[in-house]
């Protein structure tokens, strides 16, 4: 099991730890809907370390990037950042990651934790043409501060205008005295932020810079709790649980970054999927009555027939009711149709919802 070099920051603020993906993870610090709040009304500060980044460089590094994922990293311009999808031969999802461009034959991928290995592999597997590959996941820590004072906190640490870097966007640049940080205006929140890739030896210094310069803030640090409740309010997938090697983008809702202008694994079997439509779609799931969906748990119809099931979900800390994904028949998926929600044996009333369940904070 792997510590992140935040380890000793985590325990010093008694953080209750798990095992997430291979590492000892913060699970939480003052507890889950606190933390939730803190970020969607002042600023938090999260460890995502266990992310894994892998650099493709060369005049071919482009092609294999497009080979073997969905999006068309060929729009993307330096300084810019797309999401996307990693599909096998079969359409499957083998990773959603982002892809930052950083120069004209120089790229970054930043993969879930729990992949890395995986995603490495069919990148190797998949580079014909020799690009050059460099997995750096475990020379880099990932910090991100997310919330509506993300960007004010952070300011304090860069002479740099970081409310110039556009949403999707970087910037390559000094910030608490570090040079050559990338600096992203992404996250997994809906709150809005930035996320800082930083070389470990500098990563504890960078934290407790944070902390000080979020005091005024009430910045408060956030564990993996609290994030996985506030990308399901944004109805963000999790890898593993609502996206994995046998769903496909179209069933995901991820079509908006499958682009069938370029040549990709599985682009056949997902354009006959589109043309035929997808016999099921994850969609979100909100209660009309007291009760917690559960991964795993069954969603019926009004006539108590199983339609689909819970891949997430949890009790909103913001709308005080249950919310979930997952995935249902193409012909219950709109939003607004009635379900019902099989919790431990009893059938709570349900429906499809409109997503983000919380309007995002993002501008």
């Given amino acids: 099991m ?18 997430f993906a291979g590492y000892h993870m ?10 939730h709040e803190n970020v969607r009304n002042q600023v938090g500060i999260f460890d995502v370390s266990h992310m894994g980044e892998f650099f493709v460089k060369g005049p071919d590094a482009l092609d294999l990037i497009q080979r073997v994922t969905t999006n068309d990293a060929s729009t993307l311009y330096i300084g810019q950042v ?40 069919w990148l190797v597997d998949n580079n014909y043409k020799n690009a050059e590959l460099v997995d750096r996941s475990d020379e880099l820590s990932l910090i991100s501060v997310q919330g509506p004072y993300a960007v004010d906190t952070l300011q304090r640490l860069t002479s740099y ?59 408060r640090p956030v564990g993996l709790g609290a994030r996985d409740t506030l990308r399901l309010e944004m109805g963000y997938c999790l890898y593993g649980n ?30 006959e999927q589109k043309m035929a ?19 795993g748990y069954r969603i019926l119809n009004t006539d108590g027939e199983p339609i689909g099931a819970i891949t997430s979900g949890t009790q909103s800390p913001t709308l005080k009711t249950g919310i979930a994904l997952g995935y249902v028949a193409i012909d219950a998926a709109a939003p607004g149709t009635n379900v019902l929600v ?9 429906c499809v919802s409109k997503m983000p369940f919380v309007q995002s904070q993002i501008k």
């Fill in 26 to 35: 913060p699970i939480q610090y003052s507890g889950i809907n606190e933390e």
């Fill in 82 to 121: 797309q999401y996307s999808c990693m599909t096998n031969e079969q359409g499957g999802i083998i990773d959603d990651l982002l892809v930052y461009r950083l120069d004209l034959e120089v790229y970054m991928l930043v993969v879930n934790a729990s992949n890395i290995e995986k995603d490495w592999n």
């Fill in 161 to 219: 205008q970081l409310n110039l870097i556009p949403y999707y966007h970087f910037r390559e640049l000094m910030l608490n005295g570090i040079p050559g940080m990338i600096v992203s205006n992404t996250g997994y929140t809906g709150a809005g932020g930035f996320e800082l890739y930083v070389p470990n030896h500098s990563a504890v210094a960078l934290w407790e810079a944070i902390m000080t310069a979020g005091s005024s803030y009430h910045i």
């Fill in 342 to 350: 099989d919790i431990r044996g009893l059938l709570m009333g349900a």
């Fill in 2 to 19: 792997k510590n992140t070099a935040l380890a000793a920051i985590h325990q010093s603020l008694n953080a209750k730890m798990a095992p």
């Fill in 242 to 271: 609502d996206i994995d090697d046998h769903a496909t983008p179209l069933e995901a809702g991820l079509g908006w970054i499958t682009k069938f202008n370029k040549v990709f694994n599985g682009k056949e079997v997902l354009q």
């Fill in 277 to 295: 439509g997808a016999k099921l779609k994850l969609v979100g799931i909100r209660m009309k009555e007291r009760g917690i969906p559960r991964h």
